[in-house]
């Protein structure tokens, strides 16, 4: 069965600092990973996905995230912060039958002066 | 192209009642999904409906039902509600012609409390 799991469900830097969110995944088949941020009473916007085509994935605002087969990751960085980025981000999977997304609990980023 | 709807945005309904809450999805957009979020238990996915058909099911109870109308807009409806119910609901949107790699679209969610 698949399923997702984002270590850290804090993660606090200052702006222009690297963000590093990290997603481990478990999937019988190939997995079609996603990230996924929800600002404060919104719902959730797609930052980007992983549908096999390139290990390497850049999404918008300057986030992207790389697949390691290997290491059952996904993680999500971005190079330098920015306070705009403080949010709640969520890594989810497919299901088998490709139906549904399987979330992970979401990691809270905040960003300080 | 006008993103995914949902109404009413906030619902305040006491313990007994039923509710029902409705999502447009985006314009050609034939998938419609419905997750629970909860402070507790994360996003958790409800149902998936496709040309007016259930496709797939989470792990809810019975009282947690749905369906999709002709033109694809989507209800979700919650009868004898309980203490526990009071969540954010959203919905998603997408094709649904070959959902692996389909990006699903959320609505803003409909905010349940129930007291």
């Known amino acids: 069965a698949q399923s997702v799991t984002q270590l850290g469900s804090h993660v606090s830097v200052s702006e222009g600092a690297l963000v590093l969110l990290r997603c481990n995944y478990s999937s019988s088949v190939p997995p079609y990973l996603f990230w996924y941020v929800q600002y404060p009473n919104q719902g959730l916007q797609l930052l980007l996905k992983y549908t096999s085509a390139a290990t390497l994935v850049k999404g918008i605002n300057g986030f992207e995230a790389e697949f390691k087969k290997s290491e059952t990751s996904f993680h999500l960085t971005k190079p330098s912060a920015h306070m705009s980025d403080a949010a709640e981000y969520f890594c989810a999977v497919r299901n088998q039958a490709g139906t549904a997304l399987i979330f992970g609990k979401g990691t809270t980023l905040s960003v300080s002066s | 192209k006008a993103g995914v709807t949902q109404t009413p945005r906030y619902l305040i309904k006491t313990r007994g009642q039923q509710v029902t809450l409705s999502c447009s999805p985006i314009s050609g957009h034939r998938s419609v999904s419905w997750y629970q979020q909860t402070p507790g238990q994360g996003l958790q996915f409800l149902f998936e409906y496709f040309s007016e058909t259930q496709r797939n099911k989470g792990n809810f109870p019975g009282r947690f039902s749905g369906r999709q109308f002709s033109n694809s807009r989507s209800e979700m409806n919650v009868s004898t509600l309980e203490l526990g119910d009071s969540a954010l609901y959203l919905c998603?949107?997408?094709?649904?012609?070959?959902?692996?790699?389909?990006?699903?679209?959320f609505g803003p969610g409909t905010r349940l409390l129930v007291l």
């Open positions: 998603a949107s997408s094709l649904g012609d070959s959902e692996y790699q389909e990006t699903q679209y």
